[in-house]
């Protein structure tokens, strides 16, 4: 019987002729480093069979560094362990690093030469294998390797450098090797970030006999995890330890433990001896494994693959003042940007409300003190989540508040302390469109019994919930404050029809293509006004950014400066971008290598060009309808989101209470010894709106003091 491989970082695969004039030497550099490196004959019992072994070799690995040599193709072995490798390679997040000793690249991908020679002789007896084994040369010759030169010794160490850093990009969670038996974990290597992260910690119970046990490990490869393996029938300790964790005189086998927790759980006795079971356990897993969190539990992060090949990136911070007072539960805040394709883990967190501000300093006026946060990039290919391919980008703002009941689902449904906490939904900007979408699904959900979960409110501030409303605001505001002269409202007032007229018709993409015709017009005729504060110039705007050139749907517009929100923070460096691919990506650990936060939001808001200039007034009047408490707020001098669009769209509503909220007094707003009128707010039942004063679009960092206390408010409507 073969010995259980386990686990080990890195396979080698090569050709004898190399063992002990190189490859011994690349062996024993990886140990010494710490690495658990797979190596046939060092690893294979006396009487083994060499095939099933190495198989379990590959399997156990994260990693294979594959060392060509002259006649490396002459060993069906080696050519067999190749296929094997890049089948793992193109379905995980398994990396290749291809070693080429005294043999180019060329003769490798092309087949020339002894590889020529080889795969011919090959062919009297391995026909049918011939061609996959040909096909995996020319596509391992397309991976990036490394040539020995020079000498051999610096190479090797050179190598096992490029290794460390290869292996610690391509698996986040695992910076430093560890002794053979132990999960890898992650700790932050950050200073700048308050507490320790460790990713998902995955222990495989199983037993020689038990039945399904190759079926778990085949998802918990297809999972992408790192996961370790302890055999109860060699170790019957083992038997007693998982006893002990789950509080059970009797176990089942196989048993798959997520952080202390049994994946397959207490619903589902029958484990994963039922094939539905297992595929649903899959998804399970993926969505466990792919999260992870401080030490101290105060933050937590993950994705949920809220559509095949369609994954949200969240994090959740709780907050230090939280109690646990069932007659006042805490409440959390689900935080929504807008763009589409600004995220709000970048923006909403690092530059408005979340504990830290981009230097990784405290933030003051944080929203933690009144609530718990949970910020989602959505819709997917937002910030840090991502989709697969371009057909799992969410075309509409329904399949886009769809995505984000997946995610409440996951991460409520299973959680009773954050089912008791009320969920306010605050959104900002276009993001209010999801929201009102979003309270509405809740509520169908909720009643249906498929999500577990408190609705507290509905928060609109600065909200994109009117386009045509808005357009038709710019231009007699900025008139009005002399930012515009007769012939700019004329020009704009021309483009602003044309946009109620393909609205009225249902032409959207066409009524996008217009409004990025008539946002060019008032930049030039107003000298690049500041839409998000009428004020300001553009440049001078600390969260104005950079212009995102579209093409296809959108050719040859311009995204809204909202989108990527890149530009440096006044008084120093602190790039968002910059912080959120460098440091950041480093403290979460869970970030695939090849997603780039920011990277795919152009395709974002490409994907729903159409949907952009498309009201959602009538989501809110079946809010207030049912109940739900709706809270808007504008800041004084946005332009995007002015205050005179948003008033237009609250007369449009035909809410019950809404003549008579139009005709009430407004209260003044003050903030705590501060003088002078912050604002003004009026209630009626469950409608409240807050006039925000000397505040642009992102009221919570113009205004700090007087948003708090308007959360507080609205925390206890």
Known sequence: MAKEASFCHVF????????????????????AEGFIAFMDKSDICVGDELNSTIKEGIRSSMSAIIIFSQYYAESTWCLDELVLILERYKVSRYFILPIFYEVEIHDIKHQLGNYSIALEKHRA???HKVDKWREALVEVGNIFGEHVEGLQSTFIQNTVKLFRERLAARFPECRQPVPKGQVLQGTSSSPSLSHESSAAKIILYTTTRANNGESVRKILESANVVYEVRNCSDEPM??????????KKKVRFPTV???????????????????????????????????????DGSEQWGYVEVRPKAHMFWWYYKSPQRTEDPNNPWPIILWLQGGPGASGVGIGNFQEVGPLDTFLKPRNSTWLRKADLLFGDNPVGTGYSFVEDDASFAKTDEEAAADLITLLISLFNSDEVLQKSPLYVVAESYGGKWAVLLGLSALKAIEAETLKLNLGGIVLGDTWLSPEDFVFSWAPLLKDVSRLDNKGVEKANNLTQNIKQQIDQGEYEAATNSYFELEEVIDAYSNSVDFYNFLLDSAFDPLSTTTVELSQKVKSKRNSRYLASLRSVPGGEADLNTLMNGVLKEKLKIIPEDVQWGGQAGSVFMALAEEFMKPRINEVDELLAKGVNVTIYSGQVDLICSTKGTEAWVAKLKWEGIQTFLSMNRSPLYCGGEKGTKGFTKSLRNLHFYWILNAGHYVPLDQPCVSLDMLDNIMHY
Not at 238 to 247: M, Q
């Open 238 to 247: 083992y038997v007693s330890e998982l006893k002990e964790l789950l509080g």
């Open 257 to 295: 433990i997520v952080n202390g927790k049994d994946l397959c759980g207490e619903e589902e006795e029958e484990g994963f001896h039922n094939i539905e079971i297992r595929q649903k356990l899959k998804k399970r897993l993926i969505n466990g494994a792919m999260a992870a969190g401080t030490v």
């Open 125 to 127: 007896r391995h026909n």
């Open 12 to 31: 080698l695969s090569f050709k004898g002729e190399t063992r002990n004039k190189f490859t011994c030497f690349v062996y024993e550099a990886l140990k």
